[in-house]
């Protein structure tokens, strides 16, 4: 969701090589991004007066978008917006977590999600950053009726300081514990790139900021950057992106 449609597509196409194409206007103006004609993401505008910081929002897929809306609630989280039919693409509602951080659920129709993974401009991965760990594991968990939610647990796999969710023995998104520099609770989304470095130029270059200098991660170097709205996002090595756990659930 960005303040400036036009500026937001301007930045990405010259950082990833997306290019663009209508989308649902439901919510107002909205685009969809593809990499060689393959979707990859979507990019929305909001008025900046409206309060909303530009940020990514990561959608997790639901058999039933009210079903699981009625769940976030039971958890203590909270439905901003919807459910509601998006069209003939499918029925989305956007929702925030007992701390804040805003995510999104979406009911495929006619259309599914991402169509391209492990490719330049592609989502890698998702990963929350939280106050609590283990608490926000057990609310996503329960929310989405992952597999195992057992005494306050979901079923879930320690890495390195962080906990990978899982659906059906599938590694769906990360939570790790927010440091200092990360004072709101929210999801991060991370994009593959072939070059980090050079891909770190390129953002600084069409008006981005490095908020974390490249760094080793176990899966990969990554980088931490801001996009000239503000927007929060990151890269990761492309060589490297195969080794990341996510796989669309």
């Keep these: 969701m960005a303040h400036d449609l036009q500026g937001a597509c301007d930045y990405y196409r010259a950082l990833l090589g997306w290019d663009f194409g209508p989308g649902p206007a439901r919510l107002g103006p909205y685009v969809r991004a593809s990499v060689g004609g393959r979707l990859v993401a979507g990019i929305g505008e909001i008025a900046e007066e409206a309060g909303y910081p ?91 009726g992952m597999d195992s939610v057992a005494d306050g647990a979901a079923e879930v796999e320690r890495d390195e300081d962080a906990i990978l969710l899982k659906l059906d023995g599938h590694r769906v998104a990360g939570i790790r514990e927010a440091g200092p520099e990360e004072p709101h609770p929210r999801w991060r989304v991370y994009f593959a790139v072939d070059d980090v470095d050079l891909a770190v ?7 981005g900021r490095l908020v974390a200098t490249p760094r080793a991660r176990r899966y990969g170097e990554v980088a931490y950057l801001q996009d000239p709205q503000g927007g929060p996002f990151a890269l990761v090595r492309l060589a490297d992106a195969a080794a990341w756990p996510n796989k669309p659930v």
Excluded: M, N
């Design 54 to 144: 530009v940020d990514w929002i990561t959608y997790f897929a639901v058999d039933s978008a009210d079903q699981v809306a009625q769940r976030i609630r039971d958890c203590g989280g909270t439905v901003a917006l919807g459910p509601l039919d998006s069209g003939d693409a499918g029925r989305l509602a956007l929702a925030a977590d007992p701390w804040g951080a805003t995510f999104g659920i979406w009911e495929a129709h006619a259309h599914a999600g991402w169509q391209l993974r492990r490719a330049h401009g592609s989502v890698v991965w998702s990963e929350l950053l939280a106050p609590s760990v283990l608490d926000a594991a057990d609310f996503y968990a329960k929310s989405f």
């Design 201 to 207: 130029k390129s953002a600084e270059s069409l008006g």
